[in-house]
């Protein structure tokens, strides 16, 4: 899952209120509101999981981006997620696949569509293509030294490999990914992990090191809890939003 916490939900809300008067203000002049308009509207919903009102203003400030730009690839792979979150598969790979081609042309990184994309694959159940994506998008951000990125890659790694039965390979994956997020002090990272670690452990046969993290993750969630950091979750299946509003 992404997680917003309330108090952002709420500010979200009121962006997106003011948003959508200065549009109204365009329409009254008869004028063409910028694109930057309409992607922000579509990053807004995404983090509201609105997935049709992100993909249909995100579809319009396409319409108005002409020429390959970095902006447009975030578009195009945002849609992809929406429509993975929708569950409408084929759309999705359409636009995530656009994204990459658009981000290569401008030199852009593709990091996030492709673990979009490996996410896709992986509820497919087309693993050996999930795992090239998600491969490409860890080797992308290890070169670019985005590590927590990295961390996001080898969880969906590990994903994977479970659903392989290569639950060895699933648990090292597993490990670095935690280790990654403990490093940098992630915390809701790894509330989303613990359960993925678990249940690959007690397949494994591991229940003193399952039962371990389960007193982890309930100390950590309930921490979480506390501090009101996470209280309205969105559906991640992997799908990150890139770069979502402009300023």
Known sequence: ???????????YKRQIK?????????????????????????????????????????????ELKKEPSKSKANLYSNIGASYINLEQFDKAEINL???????????????????????LYRNLEQYEKALI?????????????????????ITEQGKVYSLLKKYEVAAQKYQQAYDMYKEFDLKPKRVELYPHMIENLEKLGNNLQALKLMHEFKDMSDEI????????????TSPSPRDGLLS
């Open 1 to 11: 899952t992404h997680c917003i916490s309330s108090a952002a939900s709420d500010v």
């Open 18 to 62: 003011y948003m959508l008067m200065a549009l109204d203000i365009y329409k009254i002049q008869n004028k063409q509101a910028p694109a930057r308009q309409y992607q922000n509207l579509g990053g807004l919903y995404f983090y509201l999981a609105q997935w049709e009102k992100s993909i249909e203003y995100s579809e319009i400030a396409i």
């Open 97 to 119: 696949l656009e994204s990459i081609r658009i981000s290569e042309i401008v030199a852009s990184d593709t990091g996030s569509s492709r673990i979009n994309l490996g996410t």
């Open 133 to 153: 994506q998600l491969e490409l998008s860890e080797l992308e951000y290890q070169k670019a030294e985005k590590f927590t990125y990295v961390a996001n890659a």
């Open 225 to 236: 809890n506390s501090t009101e950091s996470i209280k309205v979750c969105l559906l991640y």
